[in-house]
């Protein structure tokens, strides 16, 4: 897929990190499946593995912690 952001590159699927902030709390989530950029980085996430991210965004939250770092686990 040409990627939507710089027009140039095309995407490729690898890894990624995907940092996610709410209010106070920055959470980081490593080894992530995505489609890559290889001209500029951007990733862009599957609708599968977007859900995944977001709930495991909403069990971190539970955590109150003000950065949590988790691995994404399939």
């Known amino acids: 897929m040409k990627c939507v952001i710089c027009k140039q590159g095309e995407t490729r699927p690898g890894i990624t990190t995907v940092t996610l902030t709410r209010g106070e709390m920055t959470l980081v989530i490593k ?13 862009y996430l599957n609708d599968e593995i977007s ?24």
């Open 51 to 74: 859900r995944k991210v977001l709930a495991m965004a909403e069990e971190a939250m539970k955590h109150n912690q003000e950065v949590e770092v988790i691995q994404f686990a399939a």
């Open 31 to 43: 080894k992530v499946p995505a489609d890559i950029c290889e001209n500029c980085g951007e990733y």
